[in-house]
Nanobody
Framework: QVQLVESGGGLVQAGGSLRLSCAAS????????MGWFRQAPEKEREFVAR????????YYADSVKGRFTISRDNVKNTVYLQMNSLKPEDTAVYFC????????????????????WGQGTQVTVSS
């Protein structure tokens, strides 16, 4: 049974930082590209960042480029999202996801390319 468990969310002031973690089990973690998505109230889920299976390639949404960094530890089966210079518009539930093995390369920004999802962690940025 595949499980993705996010942690690290919380309330932070604008300009602050948070580091999200996503611990994976029940799958061969090092085989999968991993992604972070987010969903704000009354908005659709949107892509945030993607990292390939070995951490050698990353891709970011324009809205977070230069502020967020995705990374992974294939020994700990964990993917991270370091979020700096947070803005109120970053407020959302953040989800990690494991990409289908059939998808390699490309941007990895389409949620339909992801097979497994975590339950999400709330990030709230106050102004």
């Amino acid at each position: 049974q595949v499980q993705l468990v996010e942690s690290g969310g919380g309330l932070v002031q604008a300009g602050g930082s948070l580091r999200l973690s996503c611990a994976a089990s029940g799958l061969t973690f090092s085989n999968h590209d991993m992604g972070w998505f987010r969903q704000a109230p009354e908005k659709e889920r949107e892509f945030v960042a993607r990292i390939n299976w070995n951490g050698g390639n990353t891709y970011y949404a324009d809205s977070v480029k230069g502020r967020f960094t995705i990374s992974r530890d294939n020994v700990k089966n964990t993917v991270y999202l370091q979020m700096n210079s947070l803005k109120p518009e970053d407020t959302a539930v953040y989800f990690c996801a494991a990409r289908y093995l059939a998808y390699t390369g490309g941007w990895g920004a389409d949620a339909n390319e992801y097979a497994y999802w975590g339950q999400g962690t709330q990030v709230t940025v106050s102004s």
